[in-house]
Protein backbone atom coordinates (compact mmCIF):
# COMPACT_ATOMS: atom_id res chain seq x y z
CA UNK A 1 0.00 0.00 0.00
CA UNK A 2 1.62 3.12 -1.54
CA UNK A 3 1.62 5.54 2.38
CA UNK A 4 0.72 9.27 1.43
CA UNK A 5 3.98 11.48 1.56
CA UNK A 6 4.68 13.58 4.66
CA UNK A 7 1.87 16.13 5.13
CA UNK A 8 1.92 19.49 4.35
CA UNK A 9 0.93 22.00 7.52
CA UNK A 10 -1.61 25.17 7.32
CA UNK A 11 -2.68 24.34 3.93
CA UNK A 12 -5.51 26.73 5.03
CA UNK A 13 -3.16 29.93 4.21
CA UNK A 14 -1.06 28.53 0.92
CA UNK A 15 -2.46 28.96 -2.60
CA UNK A 16 -5.29 26.54 -2.82
CA UNK A 17 -8.13 25.82 -5.07
CA UNK A 18 -11.36 24.07 -3.37
CA UNK A 19 -12.06 20.47 -4.61
CA UNK A 20 -15.27 20.90 -2.15
CA UNK A 21 -18.70 20.84 -3.60
CA UNK A 22 -20.83 17.69 -5.53
CA UNK A 23 -18.94 14.81 -6.05
CA UNK A 24 -20.20 11.86 -8.48
CA UNK A 25 -20.41 8.72 -6.74
CA UNK A 26 -21.31 4.84 -7.00
CA UNK A 27 -22.12 2.83 -4.51
CA UNK A 28 -19.99 -0.46 -4.19
CA UNK A 29 -21.26 -2.86 -1.42
CA UNK A 30 -19.44 -5.79 -3.04
CA UNK A 31 -16.06 -3.47 -4.03
CA UNK A 32 -16.93 -4.84 -7.79
CA UNK A 33 -15.03 -1.61 -8.97
CA UNK A 34 -11.94 -2.70 -6.56
CA UNK A 35 -11.75 -6.41 -6.73
CA UNK A 36 -11.88 -9.00 -9.38
CA UNK A 37 -14.38 -12.06 -9.20
CA UNK A 38 -11.22 -14.00 -7.43
CA UNK A 39 -10.30 -11.09 -4.98
CA UNK A 40 -7.81 -9.74 -7.01
CA UNK A 41 -7.18 -5.91 -7.36
CA UNK A 42 -9.67 -5.17 -10.35
CA UNK A 43 -6.81 -3.35 -12.87
CA UNK A 44 -10.08 -2.08 -14.88
CA UNK A 45 -11.38 -0.19 -11.50
CA UNK A 46 -13.84 2.14 -11.27
CA UNK A 47 -10.68 4.57 -10.82
CA UNK A 48 -10.25 4.47 -14.92
CA UNK A 49 -13.77 6.14 -14.89
CA UNK A 50 -14.20 4.54 -18.63
CA UNK A 51 -17.25 5.15 -21.13
CA UNK A 52 -18.30 3.43 -23.86
CA UNK A 53 -16.89 4.12 -26.87
CA UNK A 54 -18.34 2.35 -29.56
CA UNK A 55 -22.42 1.11 -28.59
CA UNK A 56 -21.11 -2.63 -28.16
CA UNK A 57 -18.70 -1.67 -25.23
CA UNK A 58 -19.60 -2.95 -22.35
CA UNK A 59 -18.86 -0.96 -19.33
CA UNK A 60 -20.57 -1.43 -16.26
CA UNK A 61 -20.43 1.45 -14.38
CA UNK A 62 -20.57 4.93 -14.97
CA UNK A 63 -20.40 8.13 -12.74
CA UNK A 64 -23.43 10.51 -12.96
CA UNK A 65 -24.41 13.75 -11.60
CA UNK A 66 -27.92 12.23 -10.52
CA UNK A 67 -25.78 10.14 -7.95
CA UNK A 68 -24.12 13.35 -6.54
CA UNK A 69 -22.80 13.79 -2.64
CA UNK A 70 -21.76 16.50 -1.35
CA UNK A 71 -18.15 17.13 -0.05
CA UNK A 72 -17.20 17.80 2.95
CA UNK A 73 -19.50 15.76 3.96
CA UNK A 74 -20.86 12.51 5.54
CA UNK A 75 -23.02 9.90 3.39
CA UNK A 76 -25.39 8.67 5.98
CA UNK A 77 -27.37 11.61 6.45
CA UNK A 78 -27.16 13.02 3.33
CA UNK A 79 -29.15 9.69 1.22
CA UNK A 80 -31.84 8.27 3.30
CA UNK A 81 -30.29 4.69 2.24
CA UNK A 82 -26.60 5.34 3.05
CA UNK A 83 -28.13 5.90 6.61
CA UNK A 84 -26.65 2.43 7.89
CA UNK A 85 -24.28 2.26 4.95
CA UNK A 86 -20.65 0.81 5.89
CA UNK A 87 -18.90 -0.43 2.86
CA UNK A 88 -17.60 1.32 -0.26
CA UNK A 89 -18.41 4.63 -2.26
CA UNK A 90 -16.43 5.64 -5.08
CA UNK A 91 -16.12 9.33 -5.73
CA UNK A 92 -14.83 11.14 -8.72
CA UNK A 93 -14.64 15.07 -9.33
CA UNK A 94 -13.96 16.98 -12.68
CA UNK A 95 -11.30 19.74 -12.93
CA UNK A 96 -8.61 21.88 -14.76
CA UNK A 97 -5.50 23.39 -13.43
CA UNK A 98 -3.77 26.22 -14.39
CA UNK A 99 -0.29 24.62 -14.54
CA UNK A 100 2.84 25.92 -14.63
CA UNK A 101 6.59 24.42 -14.67
CA UNK A 102 7.98 25.66 -11.08
CA UNK A 103 5.00 24.95 -9.33
CA UNK A 104 3.61 20.86 -7.63
CA UNK A 105 0.44 20.43 -6.71
CA UNK A 106 -1.21 18.21 -4.10
CA UNK A 107 -4.42 17.45 -3.82
CA UNK A 108 -5.25 17.09 0.48
CA UNK A 109 -7.72 15.55 2.19
CA UNK A 110 -8.74 16.76 5.72
CA UNK A 111 -10.34 13.20 6.26
CA UNK A 112 -11.81 10.17 4.39
CA UNK A 113 -13.61 7.39 7.10
CA UNK A 114 -12.21 5.02 6.93
CA UNK A 115 -10.05 4.33 4.18
CA UNK A 116 -9.39 6.02 1.02
CA UNK A 117 -7.51 4.86 -2.07
CA UNK A 118 -6.86 7.52 -4.46
CA UNK A 119 -6.41 7.75 -8.23
CA UNK A 120 -5.90 10.70 -10.33
CA UNK A 121 -6.84 10.94 -13.89
CA UNK A 122 -6.71 6.66 -14.16
CA UNK A 123 -3.49 6.63 -12.19
CA UNK A 124 -3.12 5.26 -8.56
CA UNK A 125 -1.18 7.63 -6.39
CA UNK A 126 -1.81 5.06 -2.46
CA UNK A 127 -3.82 4.58 0.33
CA UNK A 128 -4.54 6.02 3.64
CA UNK A 129 -5.87 4.61 6.44
CA UNK A 130 -7.88 6.24 9.68
CA UNK A 131 -10.71 8.28 9.43
CA UNK A 132 -9.83 11.34 11.44
CA UNK A 133 -6.21 12.64 10.10
CA UNK A 134 -5.59 14.88 7.19
CA UNK A 135 -3.11 12.99 4.43
CA UNK A 136 -2.02 14.78 1.04
CA UNK A 137 -0.85 12.98 -2.00
CA UNK A 138 1.08 14.67 -4.73
CA UNK A 139 -0.24 15.08 -8.51
CA UNK A 140 2.42 17.03 -10.32
CA UNK A 141 3.25 14.44 -12.75
CA UNK A 142 -0.51 13.43 -13.29
CA UNK A 143 -1.80 16.65 -14.18
CA UNK A 144 -2.88 18.04 -17.44
CA UNK A 145 -4.82 21.53 -18.14
CA UNK A 146 -8.08 20.38 -18.69
CA UNK A 147 -10.09 17.34 -17.65
CA UNK A 148 -8.57 16.15 -14.85
CA UNK A 149 -10.65 13.72 -12.76
CA UNK A 150 -9.69 12.54 -9.09
CA UNK A 151 -11.22 9.23 -8.21
CA UNK A 152 -11.42 8.52 -4.27
CA UNK A 153 -12.81 4.84 -3.26
CA UNK A 154 -13.75 5.41 0.50
CA UNK A 155 -14.22 2.64 2.67
CA UNK A 156 -16.00 2.51 5.94
CA UNK A 157 -16.05 -0.93 7.11
CA UNK A 158 -15.06 -1.56 10.32
CA UNK A 159 -12.68 -4.44 11.67
CA UNK A 160 -11.79 -5.59 14.96
CA UNK A 161 -7.98 -4.30 14.01
CA UNK A 162 -8.80 -1.16 12.93
CA UNK A 163 -7.95 1.89 14.75
CA UNK A 164 -10.66 2.46 16.12
CA UNK A 165 -11.59 -1.43 16.29
CA UNK A 166 -15.20 -2.91 15.41
CA UNK A 167 -17.03 -1.53 18.84
CA UNK A 168 -17.63 2.30 19.10
CA UNK A 169 -20.22 4.51 20.87
CA UNK A 170 -20.30 7.10 18.20
CA UNK A 171 -21.34 6.63 14.77
CA UNK A 172 -19.52 5.66 11.80
CA UNK A 173 -20.38 8.26 9.69
CA UNK A 174 -18.58 7.30 5.68
CA UNK A 175 -17.24 9.53 3.11
CA UNK A 176 -14.99 12.00 2.55
CA UNK A 177 -16.10 14.28 5.30
CA UNK A 178 -13.34 16.89 5.73
CA UNK A 179 -12.41 19.51 2.85
CA UNK A 180 -10.50 18.16 -0.43
CA UNK A 181 -8.05 21.09 -1.24
CA UNK A 182 -5.67 21.14 -4.54
CA UNK A 183 -2.90 22.87 -2.53
CA UNK A 184 -0.25 24.78 -5.06
CA UNK A 185 3.45 25.18 -3.76
CA UNK A 186 6.72 26.26 -5.72
CA UNK A 187 9.18 23.28 -6.42
CA UNK A 188 10.89 23.66 -3.01
CA UNK A 189 8.15 24.35 -0.51
CA UNK A 190 8.16 24.99 3.43
CA UNK A 191 6.53 22.10 4.37
CA UNK A 192 6.32 21.99 7.81
CA UNK A 193 7.32 24.11 10.47
CA UNK A 194 7.20 23.86 14.75
CA UNK A 195 7.16 27.20 16.34
CA UNK A 196 5.95 27.20 20.01
CA UNK A 197 7.55 28.36 23.14
CA UNK A 198 10.56 26.27 24.68
CA UNK A 199 9.12 23.90 26.93
CA UNK A 200 9.92 25.54 30.32
CA UNK A 201 9.93 28.88 28.83
CA UNK A 202 7.95 31.90 28.41
CA UNK A 203 10.55 34.48 26.94
CA UNK A 204 12.35 31.54 24.38
CA UNK A 205 10.46 30.54 21.22
CA UNK A 206 12.18 27.40 19.85
CA UNK A 207 11.49 25.09 16.92
CA UNK A 208 12.35 23.94 13.27
CA UNK A 209 11.82 24.34 9.88
CA UNK A 210 11.56 21.41 7.13
CA UNK A 211 11.51 21.98 3.53
CA UNK A 212 10.61 19.64 0.93
CA UNK A 213 12.20 20.01 -2.90
CA UNK A 214 15.16 19.89 -5.12
CA UNK A 215 16.64 23.40 -3.08
CA UNK A 216 17.06 22.15 0.30
CA UNK A 217 20.14 24.29 1.81
CA UNK A 218 18.28 27.77 1.95
CA UNK A 219 17.86 30.92 4.00
CA UNK A 220 14.93 30.66 6.35
CA UNK A 221 13.76 33.60 8.14
CA UNK A 222 11.06 33.80 10.92
CA UNK A 223 9.36 36.79 11.35
CA UNK A 224 6.71 37.71 14.43
CA UNK A 225 6.42 41.27 13.20
CA UNK A 226 3.91 42.63 16.28
CA UNK A 227 6.64 41.35 18.42
CA UNK A 228 9.67 42.98 16.40
CA UNK A 229 11.29 39.73 16.38
CA UNK A 230 13.33 37.74 13.03
CA UNK A 231 15.60 34.62 13.05
CA UNK A 232 17.58 33.83 9.92
CA UNK A 233 18.53 30.16 9.87
CA UNK A 234 20.08 27.76 7.19
CA UNK A 235 18.61 24.60 6.49
CA UNK A 236 20.75 21.15 6.04
CA UNK A 237 21.32 19.19 3.03
CA UNK A 238 17.47 17.58 4.05
CA UNK A 239 15.98 21.20 3.78
CA UNK A 240 15.92 20.89 7.55
CA UNK A 241 16.58 23.88 10.11
CA UNK A 242 16.58 24.61 13.99
CA UNK A 243 15.25 27.71 15.37
CA UNK A 244 15.69 29.13 18.57
CA UNK A 245 15.02 32.96 19.60
CA UNK A 246 14.43 35.16 22.68
CA UNK A 247 11.14 37.14 22.19
CA UNK A 248 9.13 39.22 24.34
CA UNK A 249 5.10 37.87 24.16
CA UNK A 250 2.09 38.51 25.19
CA UNK A 251 1.05 34.96 26.50
CA UNK A 252 -1.80 33.52 25.02
CA UNK A 253 -4.85 31.99 27.66
CA UNK A 254 -8.32 31.64 27.97
CA UNK A 255 -8.67 35.36 29.41
CA UNK A 256 -6.39 36.59 26.47
CA UNK A 257 -6.27 34.56 23.34
CA UNK A 258 -3.37 36.22 21.68
CA UNK A 259 -2.56 35.54 18.09
CA UNK A 260 0.56 36.42 16.44
CA UNK A 261 0.69 36.64 12.57
CA UNK A 262 4.32 34.54 12.16
CA UNK A 263 5.53 34.33 8.79
CA UNK A 264 8.48 31.97 7.35
CA UNK A 265 9.71 33.22 4.38
CA UNK A 266 12.66 30.82 2.19
CA UNK A 267 14.47 31.65 -0.93
CA UNK A 268 11.81 29.95 -2.74
CA UNK A 269 8.46 30.26 -0.84
CA UNK A 270 6.93 31.99 2.06
CA UNK A 271 3.81 31.38 4.61
CA UNK A 272 1.66 32.85 6.77
CA UNK A 273 0.21 31.40 10.39
CA UNK A 274 -1.51 32.78 13.46
CA UNK A 275 0.22 31.23 16.26
CA UNK A 276 -0.02 31.88 19.95
CA UNK A 277 2.71 31.14 22.63
CA UNK A 278 2.06 29.78 25.98
CA UNK A 279 4.12 27.33 28.15
CA UNK A 280 1.92 23.95 29.87
CA UNK A 281 3.67 21.90 32.32
CA UNK A 282 3.10 20.04 35.56
CA UNK A 283 4.40 20.68 38.70
CA UNK A 284 3.30 18.09 41.18
CA UNK A 285 -0.41 17.65 41.36
CA UNK A 286 -0.52 20.72 39.79
CA UNK A 287 -1.14 21.47 35.82
CA UNK A 288 0.38 25.61 34.92
CA UNK A 289 -0.01 27.32 32.70
CA UNK A 290 2.11 30.13 31.98
CA UNK A 291 3.23 29.40 35.00
CA UNK A 292 0.34 29.61 37.20
CA UNK A 293 -1.97 26.63 38.31
CA UNK A 294 -5.14 26.32 36.34
CA UNK A 295 -8.08 24.16 36.84
CA UNK A 296 -10.19 22.84 33.34
CA UNK A 297 -13.55 23.46 33.29
CA UNK A 298 -14.03 21.09 30.67
CA UNK A 299 -16.59 19.68 28.63
CA UNK A 300 -16.51 16.34 25.89
CA UNK A 301 -17.45 16.79 22.95
CA UNK A 302 -18.02 14.56 19.45
CA UNK A 303 -17.44 16.21 16.01
CA UNK A 304 -21.33 16.35 15.11
CA UNK A 305 -23.02 19.35 13.56
CA UNK A 306 -24.79 21.79 15.88
CA UNK A 307 -27.56 21.82 13.70
CA UNK A 308 -30.50 19.48 13.43
CA UNK A 309 -30.55 16.92 10.56
CA UNK A 310 -26.79 17.12 10.45
CA UNK A 311 -24.15 14.14 11.03
CA UNK A 312 -20.64 15.37 10.83
CA UNK A 313 -19.38 18.75 11.62
CA UNK A 314 -16.68 20.45 9.46
CA UNK A 315 -17.11 23.79 8.66
CA UNK A 316 -15.87 26.47 10.44
CA UNK A 317 -18.83 28.23 11.38
CA UNK A 318 -20.20 24.71 13.02
CA UNK A 319 -16.78 24.76 15.08
CA UNK A 320 -17.86 28.67 16.30
CA UNK A 321 -21.72 27.71 17.49
CA UNK A 322 -20.26 24.29 19.30
CA UNK A 323 -17.27 26.13 21.09
CA UNK A 324 -19.48 29.10 22.10
CA UNK A 325 -22.09 26.46 23.88
CA UNK A 326 -19.02 25.67 25.57
CA UNK A 327 -17.97 28.66 26.86
CA UNK A 328 -21.61 29.57 27.51
CA UNK A 329 -21.76 26.73 30.21
CA UNK A 330 -18.32 28.75 31.17
CA UNK A 331 -15.53 26.69 29.97
CA UNK A 332 -11.94 27.12 29.64
CA UNK A 333 -11.50 23.66 28.18
CA UNK A 334 -12.69 21.03 26.05
CA UNK A 335 -12.15 17.32 24.96
CA UNK A 336 -12.29 16.69 21.52
CA UNK A 337 -13.47 13.11 21.97
CA UNK A 338 -12.86 10.21 20.44
CA UNK A 339 -10.68 11.06 17.39
CA UNK A 340 -9.03 13.96 16.14
CA UNK A 341 -11.57 16.50 14.83
CA UNK A 342 -11.37 18.56 11.93
CA UNK A 343 -8.73 21.53 11.79
CA UNK A 344 -11.67 23.92 12.58
CA UNK A 345 -12.57 23.07 15.98
CA UNK A 346 -8.64 23.87 16.95
CA UNK A 347 -8.41 27.42 14.97
CA UNK A 348 -11.79 28.22 16.29
CA UNK A 349 -10.30 26.63 19.74
CA UNK A 350 -7.05 29.13 19.38
CA UNK A 351 -8.89 32.10 18.58
CA UNK A 352 -11.50 31.73 21.16
CA UNK A 353 -9.51 31.15 24.28
CA UNK A 354 -10.38 27.04 24.62
CA UNK A 355 -7.80 25.24 26.23
CA UNK A 356 -8.01 21.57 23.62
CA UNK A 357 -7.71 17.65 24.83
CA UNK A 358 -6.84 16.16 21.37
CA UNK A 359 -7.46 12.38 21.19
CA UNK A 360 -6.59 9.74 18.85
CA UNK A 361 -9.47 6.70 18.16
CA UNK A 362 -7.70 3.94 20.69
CA UNK A 363 -10.87 3.25 22.20
CA UNK A 364 -11.79 -0.19 24.77
CA UNK A 365 -10.27 -2.99 23.51
CA UNK A 366 -8.23 -3.05 20.42
CA UNK A 367 -6.05 -5.50 19.03
CA UNK A 368 -3.13 -5.25 21.12
CA UNK A 369 -1.04 -7.75 19.71
CA UNK A 370 -1.30 -6.74 16.29
CA UNK A 371 1.76 -4.87 14.57
CA UNK A 372 -0.27 -3.17 11.72
CA UNK A 373 -2.23 -1.93 14.65
CA UNK A 374 -0.15 -0.41 16.72
CA UNK A 375 1.77 1.24 13.66
CA UNK A 376 -2.09 2.81 12.11
CA UNK A 377 -2.61 4.08 15.90
CA UNK A 378 1.15 5.50 15.61
CA UNK A 379 0.28 7.17 12.32
CA UNK A 380 -2.71 8.95 13.54
CA UNK A 381 -0.69 10.25 16.32
CA UNK A 382 1.82 11.45 14.38
CA UNK A 383 -0.45 13.27 11.77
CA UNK A 384 -2.94 14.75 14.81
CA UNK A 385 0.30 16.37 16.01
CA UNK A 386 1.50 16.98 12.77
CA UNK A 387 -1.26 19.22 12.07
CA UNK A 388 -1.82 21.07 15.48
CA UNK A 389 1.48 21.29 16.59
CA UNK A 390 1.63 24.82 16.27
CA UNK A 391 -2.02 25.53 17.99
CA UNK A 392 -1.41 27.17 21.35
CA UNK A 393 -4.84 25.44 22.37
CA UNK A 394 -3.41 22.71 22.08
CA UNK A 395 -2.49 21.07 25.54
CA UNK A 396 -3.00 17.81 25.99
CA UNK A 397 -2.16 14.44 23.14
CA UNK A 398 -4.75 11.86 24.73
CA UNK A 399 -3.52 8.23 23.43
CA UNK A 400 -6.81 6.41 24.65
CA UNK A 401 -10.14 5.88 26.22
CA UNK A 402 -10.83 3.05 28.66
CA UNK A 403 -8.05 0.84 27.88
CA UNK A 404 -7.88 -2.13 30.54
CA UNK A 405 -5.42 -1.60 32.78
CA UNK A 406 -3.30 -4.74 33.63
CA UNK A 407 -2.50 -6.00 30.36
CA UNK A 408 1.08 -6.23 29.09
CA UNK A 409 0.76 -6.05 25.32
CA UNK A 410 -1.60 -2.75 25.82
CA UNK A 411 0.60 -1.18 27.75
CA UNK A 412 3.33 -1.21 25.19
CA UNK A 413 0.72 -0.56 22.64
CA UNK A 414 0.21 3.08 24.47
CA UNK A 415 3.56 3.60 25.63
CA UNK A 416 4.71 3.60 22.05
CA UNK A 417 2.41 5.96 21.28
CA UNK A 418 2.91 8.07 24.44
CA UNK A 419 6.84 8.31 23.57
CA UNK A 420 5.94 9.06 19.97
CA UNK A 421 3.98 12.28 21.20
CA UNK A 422 6.69 13.43 23.37
CA UNK A 423 9.41 12.97 20.82
CA UNK A 424 7.22 14.68 18.17
CA UNK A 425 6.35 17.07 20.99
CA UNK A 426 8.62 17.63 24.21
CA UNK A 427 6.16 20.51 25.12
CA UNK A 428 2.45 19.56 25.49
CA UNK A 429 1.60 17.01 28.22
CA UNK A 430 0.57 13.79 27.46
CA UNK A 431 -2.37 11.98 29.17
CA UNK A 432 -5.80 9.07 28.26
CA UNK A 433 -8.78 8.39 30.02
CA UNK A 434 -8.32 5.27 32.19
CA UNK A 435 -10.91 3.57 34.23
CA UNK A 436 -10.69 3.84 37.71
CA UNK A 437 -12.52 0.71 38.77
CA UNK A 438 -9.49 -1.38 39.43
CA UNK A 439 -8.58 -1.04 42.91
CA UNK A 440 -11.83 -0.42 45.20
CA UNK A 441 -12.45 -0.69 48.62
CA UNK A 442 -16.15 -1.14 50.01
CA UNK A 443 -17.28 -0.76 53.33
CA UNK A 444 -21.03 -0.98 54.62
CA UNK A 445 -21.88 2.70 53.76
CA UNK A 446 -18.58 3.77 51.86
CA UNK A 447 -16.88 3.35 48.03
CA UNK A 448 -13.37 3.96 48.02
CA UNK A 449 -12.43 4.58 44.40
CA UNK A 450 -8.23 4.37 44.35
CA UNK A 451 -6.73 5.48 40.85
CA UNK A 452 -4.56 3.07 39.46
CA UNK A 453 -4.02 1.71 36.63
CA UNK A 454 -0.12 0.13 35.04
CA UNK A 455 -0.36 3.19 32.48
CA UNK A 456 -0.73 5.80 34.99
CA UNK A 457 3.74 5.82 35.81
CA UNK A 458 4.28 7.28 32.14
CA UNK A 459 1.61 9.82 31.74
CA UNK A 460 2.43 13.44 32.51
CA UNK A 461 -1.74 13.95 33.72
CA UNK A 462 -3.36 11.38 34.72
CA UNK A 463 -7.42 11.03 33.74
CA UNK A 464 -10.30 8.87 34.57
CA UNK A 465 -13.61 8.28 33.19
CA UNK A 466 -16.60 7.27 35.77
CA UNK A 467 -20.26 7.50 35.73
CA UNK A 468 -21.71 7.04 39.56
CA UNK A 469 -25.28 7.48 39.38
CA UNK A 470 -25.41 6.43 36.05
CA UNK A 471 -23.57 3.28 35.59
CA UNK A 472 -22.84 2.49 39.30
CA UNK A 473 -25.20 2.51 41.56
CA UNK A 474 -28.19 5.73 41.37
CA UNK A 475 -27.33 9.88 41.98
CA UNK A 476 -27.10 9.56 45.75
CA UNK A 477 -24.98 7.09 45.77
CA UNK A 478 -22.40 10.17 45.04
CA UNK A 479 -22.53 10.92 48.70
CA UNK A 480 -21.00 8.00 49.69
CA UNK A 481 -17.78 7.68 47.38
CA UNK A 482 -14.36 9.15 48.10
CA UNK A 483 -11.60 8.86 45.98
CA UNK A 484 -7.79 8.26 46.32
CA UNK A 485 -4.89 7.66 44.14
CA UNK A 486 -1.36 6.36 44.16
CA UNK A 487 -0.04 9.39 41.78
CA UNK A 488 0.24 11.81 44.97
CA UNK A 489 2.69 13.64 42.49
CA UNK A 490 0.55 14.07 39.54
CA UNK A 491 -2.05 16.19 38.43
CA UNK A 492 -5.72 14.03 37.71
CA UNK A 493 -8.23 14.83 35.28
CA UNK A 494 -11.81 13.39 35.47
CA UNK A 495 -12.02 12.97 32.34
CA UNK A 496 -15.87 11.28 32.08
CA UNK A 497 -19.31 11.28 33.90
CA UNK A 498 -22.61 12.17 33.32
CA UNK A 499 -25.87 10.64 32.62
CA UNK A 500 -28.87 10.72 30.05
CA UNK A 501 -32.12 12.84 30.38
CA UNK A 502 -34.24 13.09 26.68
CA UNK A 503 -34.75 16.77 26.09
CA UNK A 504 -38.80 17.61 27.08
CA UNK A 505 -39.14 14.20 28.79
CA UNK A 506 -39.89 15.47 32.62
CA UNK A 507 -40.37 13.16 35.67
CA UNK A 508 -39.17 13.29 39.35
CA UNK A 509 -35.36 12.47 39.87
CA UNK A 510 -35.79 9.31 39.99
CA UNK A 511 -36.93 8.70 36.77
CA UNK A 512 -34.09 7.54 34.00
CA UNK A 513 -34.11 9.47 30.89
CA UNK A 514 -35.84 12.47 32.33
CA UNK A 515 -34.13 16.07 31.92
CA UNK A 516 -34.90 16.03 36.29
CA UNK A 517 -32.77 12.56 37.12
CA UNK A 518 -29.94 14.02 34.53
CA UNK A 519 -30.16 17.40 36.46
CA UNK A 520 -29.95 15.37 40.28
CA UNK A 521 -27.01 13.18 38.68
CA UNK A 522 -25.44 16.49 37.85
CA UNK A 523 -25.73 18.02 41.23
CA UNK A 524 -24.65 14.88 43.04
CA UNK A 525 -21.65 14.18 40.82
CA UNK A 526 -20.70 17.44 41.04
CA UNK A 527 -20.65 17.87 44.42
CA UNK A 528 -19.04 14.57 44.70
CA UNK A 529 -15.83 15.38 42.81
CA UNK A 530 -15.46 18.90 44.17
CA UNK A 531 -14.48 16.69 47.29
CA UNK A 532 -11.45 15.28 45.35
CA UNK A 533 -8.46 17.20 46.12
CA UNK A 534 -5.82 15.73 43.56
CA UNK A 535 -8.66 17.30 40.55
CA UNK A 536 -7.32 20.00 38.34
CA UNK A 537 -9.65 19.81 35.87
CA UNK A 538 -13.49 17.72 34.67
CA UNK A 539 -14.86 17.67 31.18
CA UNK A 540 -18.69 15.80 31.78
CA UNK A 541 -19.74 13.76 29.05
CA UNK A 542 -21.14 15.54 26.60
CA UNK A 543 -22.27 19.09 25.20
CA UNK A 544 -24.83 17.59 22.82
CA UNK A 545 -26.25 14.20 22.67
CA UNK A 546 -24.88 12.55 19.57
CA UNK A 547 -25.49 9.64 17.13
CA UNK A 548 -24.74 5.90 17.85
CA UNK A 549 -25.65 2.42 16.64
CA UNK A 550 -25.59 1.14 20.46
CA UNK A 551 -28.35 3.03 21.56
CA UNK A 552 -31.59 1.56 20.54
CA UNK A 553 -34.01 1.93 23.17
CA UNK A 554 -37.30 3.49 21.44
CA UNK A 555 -38.96 6.42 22.30
CA UNK A 556 -35.96 7.18 23.94
CA UNK A 557 -32.95 6.12 22.33
CA UNK A 558 -33.62 6.15 18.39
CA UNK A 559 -29.61 5.91 18.09
CA UNK A 560 -28.97 8.85 19.96
CA UNK A 561 -26.69 8.77 23.11
CA UNK A 562 -28.89 11.43 25.12
CA UNK A 563 -25.98 12.28 27.70
CA UNK A 564 -25.74 15.33 26.06
CA UNK A 565 -26.50 18.75 27.72
CA UNK A 566 -28.00 20.13 25.02
CA UNK A 567 -29.78 17.99 22.78
CA UNK A 568 -29.33 17.37 19.20
CA UNK A 569 -31.82 20.51 18.31
CA UNK A 570 -29.60 22.80 20.43
CA UNK A 571 -32.01 22.95 23.22
CA UNK A 572 -30.38 23.53 26.66
CA UNK A 573 -31.49 20.42 29.52
CA UNK A 574 -31.46 21.71 32.99
CA UNK A 575 -28.16 18.90 33.83
CA UNK A 576 -26.66 22.64 31.24
CA UNK A 577 -28.24 24.97 33.99
CA UNK A 578 -26.72 23.14 37.06
CA UNK A 579 -23.32 22.48 35.43
CA UNK A 580 -23.14 26.33 34.52
CA UNK A 581 -23.36 27.45 37.52
CA UNK A 582 -20.76 24.82 38.98
CA UNK A 583 -18.53 26.36 36.81
CA UNK A 584 -19.14 30.31 37.44
CA UNK A 585 -18.62 29.41 41.02
CA UNK A 586 -15.26 27.79 40.24
CA UNK A 587 -14.11 30.53 38.03
CA UNK A 588 -15.17 33.27 40.70
CA UNK A 589 -13.51 31.01 43.47
CA UNK A 590 -10.49 30.09 41.69
CA UNK A 591 -9.75 33.23 39.65
CA UNK A 592 -8.94 31.22 36.02
C1 LIG B 1 -17.87 6.05 28.06
C2 LIG B 1 -17.18 6.19 26.76
C3 LIG B 1 -17.97 7.05 25.80
C4 LIG B 1 -19.44 6.67 25.87
C5 LIG B 1 -19.94 6.97 27.26
C6 LIG B 1 -21.41 6.54 27.48
O1 LIG B 1 -17.30 5.68 29.04
O2 LIG B 1 -15.87 6.68 26.88
O3 LIG B 1 -17.47 6.89 24.51
O4 LIG B 1 -20.20 7.32 24.90
O5 LIG B 1 -19.18 6.29 28.19
O6 LIG B 1 -22.29 7.30 27.18
O7 LIG B 1 -21.59 5.42 27.92
Not at 32 to 58: C, I, Q, V, W
Not at 233 to 253: C, D, H, M, Y
Not at 349 to 356: H, K, Q
Request: proline share 4%.
Amino acid sequence: MAQPPPLIINVEHRRNFSLNGKWQTIVDLYDTGYYDSHMALEENGFFKNEKPRHRSDRIEYEFIPANNLLVPGDWNTQREKLYYYEGSIWYKKDFDAVLSKDRRFFVYFGAANYRADVYCNGVRLGAHVGGYTPFNFELTAHLRRKGNFLVVRVNAGRSQEAVPMAMTDWWNYGGLTRSVLLVQVPKTFIRDYFIQLKKGSLDLVAGWVQLDGPKARQRVAVRIPEAGVEQTVVTNARGFAQIEFPATLKWWSPEQPKLYRVIVTAETDEVEDEIGFRCIETRGADILLNGRPIFLRGICLHEESPFPNQGRASRREEAEVLLTWAKELNCNFVRLAHYTHNENMTRAADRMGLLVWAEIPVYWNMAWKNRATRENAKNQLAEMISRDKNKASVVLWSVSNETPSDLKERDRFLLELVQLAKRMDPTRLTTAALHIGHATVFTNTQTQFTMRDTMGEQLDVVSFNRYIGWYDALPDHCDNVMFDTIYKNKPHIVSEFGADGLAGYHGDRNTRWTEEFQEYSYKKQLAMYARVPFLRGASPWILKDFRSPKRVLPGIQDDWNRKGVISFQGERKKAFYVLQRFYKKLKEEKLV
